[in-house]
């Protein structure tokens, strides 16, 4: 263990020390021995271009108002219904209004939940440790300082998300029906638990580049809708926002990790990428289920809308065009020439 892990009790599910796993695989010192000046090489081939140079001013943490849910918003929509899968299906608008309006509020609670948990609990840690030094990647300095500036974004947008939650449930008074535990990150827990503890590490920064180069994607669907509640589309505008900034890092860190890993590592992560992909993009169905039942629905007609709406068509055509540039990154350094790997890509749909 580096040291770091233990400073987030809240995370002891995971395990994260890719230190151990990769300091015996990288032909230099950690760096925390190796410091690397900015705009200098560290073998990824390449020269690290910050896209934080106007961070004080644009992050969001720095410049954006906390945005706040008016009492007049109640007649507004909380989430778009174009962005609800389960809203277009003819059992759910039958649904008498106040439950229709109740779905799409569940499914705002639902996605600030996993936004607050996957920056808190995920996202954080992996960051802290790149700031500190102890991921046992090499990286020139600066981008261990940019570490820092989205460990502050994470913090806010988590900040953002549960402040949003907890005025929206006293605008409306309608409770969060939430797992205990995000999906996301239940899925998570099981692939790392199914790994060797050396393999653990790597597969957790791995999840991290997945999930920040596939955000901004998920971000951008956000439409601009003027019936939406205004706190909700500028409290995501912001988010996207800072999280273009952090795609950018991110591919970078990529091919930075790329450089220094093993070719039995490189296998490794292109067979995983698959799944961890799958873990941060397919919907809870389990809650969804639970959810739809509390709305008086029977048990088969929740099959049928569970069933009808999410195929195994739709959901790999969400997936693969969410993942279109995490893939490319990947593919780029070659993660999956591999034919395990392409056979991985297929059985989860992303063959294209
Ligand atoms: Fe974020
Ligand atoms: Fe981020």
Redo the contacts with the bound molecule.
């Keep these: 263990m580096c040291g770091t892990v233990g400073m987030f009790v809240g995370c002891s599910a995971l395990s994260y020390c890719p230190r151990s796993l990769l300091a015996a695989h990288t032909a230099g010192p950690p760096d925390d021995g190796a410091r690397i000046p900015a705009g200098e090489e560290d073998g990824s081939g390449e020269k690290y271009r910050s896209a934080f140079h106007t961070w004080y001013e644009r992050a969001s943490v720095r410049q954006a108002p906390r945005r706040t849910v008016a009492e007049g918003d109640t007649a507004l929509r909380f989430f778009s219904p174009d962005l609800v899968p389960v809203a277009h299906h003819p059992l759910v608008k039958a649904l008498p209004e106040p439950v229709f309006d109740q779905i799409l509020v569940q499914h705002l609670y639902r996605y600030l939940d996993f936004t607050a948990k996957l920056e808190y609990l995920v ?1 954080n840690r992996t960051l802290v440790g790149i700031a500190h030094g102890s991921t046992g990647v090499r990286l020139p300095q600066e981008m261990r300082f940019d570490a820092l500036k ?1 460990y502050c ?2 913090a806010y947008h988590a900040l953002s998300a549960v402040d949003l939650m907890r005025q929206v449930e006293q605008r409306t008074g309608i409770r969060p029906r939430l797992p205990d535990e995000p999906f996301f990150l239940r899925r998570l827990q099981q692939i790392l638990a199914k790994l060797p503890a050396d393999e653990r590490g790597l597969a957790e920064l791995l999840f991290v580049i997945v999930s ?1 180069t596939l ?1 901004s994607a998920s971000l951008a669907e956000i439409p601009d809708s003027d019936g939406l509640v205004p706190a909700v589309r500028e409290s995501i505008r912001d988010h996207a926002a ?2 273009g900034r ?1 795609h950018a890092y991110f591919a970078a860190f990529l091919r930075h990790l790329w450089g220094q890993l093993s070719t039995a590592e490189r296998q490794f992560a292109g067979r995983l990428v698959p799944q961890l992909m799958d873990a941060f993009l397919l919907p809870d169905l389990e809650s969804l289920r639970a959810e739809l039942t509390g709305y008086g629905l029977s048990k088969e007609q929740v099959e049928q809308v569970v069933g009808e709406v999410y195929t195994p068509e739709v959901l790999s055509r969400h997936s693969r065009a969410t993942s279109r540039m995490t893939r490319r990154y990947l593919d780029q350094l070659g993660a999956f020439d591999d034919p395990r790997a392409q056979a991985e890509l297929h059985a989860h749909g992303y063959a294209s």
């Design positions: 996202v989205m974004d994470e920040e955000i800072d999280e952090h």
